[in-house]
């Protein structure tokens, strides 16, 4: 009985103990839940993803977090940065530089993204600029005369198939400039790809735009994006023009800090330009510029850079390594319209730079319609399929494990390229296409999906 007794009283004292002990387990759990962050524990809160606001908040928390360790893996100018530490030349305090940099996704300098600055409106310019665009005749007389003729009449009518949230806004309008940067960063994207033709020259239907660089280089470098140029076929481009304008262009604005500089394999950082319709020029002359050997060489000089040459045919490849160019782009937003913007030969095309020591760059698009201005090229129309079509673009971009993906466009409105804000609107004459059922910034948000998504598949690759 004794025996007993003493066993009983062991067996209450070590359950009382045992119940103390997990009491004061259960303490410690509950303080350090206080403590933890909301992204700890076992998962996210149930229904999230039921909720894209909110979760892009967090994917921006996220980015926060890894920015740091992500710069020294984005091919950007460490000379760039040292330069935007010692020279800032907007006027904005950097209380409000820290707070864009808290509240918008980190920037990928490996998405360049194709901008244009030819825009105007009477406040601005004194007339409206490319939004009253001609309708382009056909160039068979024939299929010409069944199709209207005259150009559009802004702000109700524009070159447009959509109309953008910002109206018939001006490139010059400070808001304006800044609004862009505000989408392009907000998207994720890191460099911008600025159109760019020589002082006092333009395209056929708009006014110089070499003057506006310093502002969109200011603006740049508030929001942490990088500009290089899309040297546009102006009038007489050869070897030697090109010469200078290279020169000029690195003299002119190679200090700033937002003035992109690509790290190249071999340790060097360049500027890059991008040359559409290089085609246009035979090899012979670019070889001149392009090759070491050539007679107006820029190889192993202050101004070398790294060329990229737009594919459109599959024969422009064996042109693109002859002429001395260090990379080719597709630009065209529609799958099957040329060769080289066709996704199904974009593997083939990888495969031949690599072999050449060339940079593929491929051109991913939200979708494609020009008959705004072309009335008669329904046929060259791709549907967006409300973001499927942009993301099976990207889809087939990302096989190919291109170093750079290029965006065709961020505002391209007359084709109909662009992922800029558009809203619904419907005049007398015109109804012109939305994004419904979506909201305005709904290929800005499909771009970050797709910049983190390639981020992360990056990090694969380079393990």
Known sequence: ILNYDIMARFRRRTCIILLLFILFICSIMMALKTLRPDRAGFGDPFGLGLLPELQQRIVLLDNK??????????????????????????????????????????PNYNFHIFYYSW??????????????????????????????????????????????ELGSYSSKDPSVIEAHMKQMRSASTGVIVLSWYPPGMADENGEPTDDLVPV??????????KVTFHIEPYKDRDDRSMYHNVKYII?????????????????????????????????????????????????????????????????????????????????????????????????????????????????????????????????????????????????????????????????????????????PKRTGQVVYLDYKPHKPNVYLELTQKWSEKYRKEQEQWLM
Not at 70 to 99: C, E, F, W, Y
Not at 127 to 146: E, F, Q, R, S, V
Not at 216 to 225: C, F, Q, S, V
Not at 292 to 308: E, K, V
């Open 251 to 423: 003299d002119k604005y190679g200090g700033h800090p937002a003035f992109y500089r690509h790290k190249t394999s071999t340790g060097r950082f360049l500027p890059m330009f991008y040359v559409y319709d290089s085609y246009v020029t035979i090899p012979e002359i670019w070889a001149n510029l392009l090759t070491a050997s050539g007679s107006q060489t820029i190889r192993n000089t202050p101004y070398d850079a790294l060329f990229i040459a737009l594919l459109v045919e599959e024969r422009h490849k064996h042109d693109i390594h002859r002429s001395g160019f260090d990379g080719m782009y597709t630009y065209f937003a529609t799958n099957g319209f040329s060769y080289g913007s066709s996704h199904h030969n974009w593997a083939s095309l990888k495969a031949f730079c690599d072999n050449n020591n060339l940079m593929f760059i491929p051109s991913v698009g939200p979708g494609y319609i020009d008959t705004s201005i072309r009335p008669w090229n329904n046929h060259n129309t791709r549907n967006r399929v409300n973001g499927k079509y942009y993301e099976t673009a990207f889809s087939a971009a990302l096989l190919v494990r291109p170093e750079i993906i290029s965006i065709t466009s961020f505002n391209e409105w007359h084709e109909g390229t662009q992922i800029e804000k558009a809203v």
């Open 65 to 106: 977090q890894n920015s740091l360790n992500r710069v020294q893996g984005d091919t950007v100018t460490r000379v760039s940065n040292l330069h935007s530490i010692t020279v800032n030349t907007m006027k904005a305090s950097m209380a409000p530089v820290n707070k864009l940099e808290e509240e918008l996704s980190s």
């Open 216 to 225: 969109i280089l200011d603006y740049a470098h508030k929001y942490n994006l």
């Open 119 to 164: 825009f105007g409106n009477p406040q601005f310019d004194g007339k409206y600029i490319h939004w009253n665009h001609p309708l382009l005749p056909h160039w068979d007389p024939k299929i010409a005369n069944n199709y209207p003729k005259g150009r559009h009449n802004p702000p109700e009518d524009i070159g447009a198939n959509f109309y953008p």
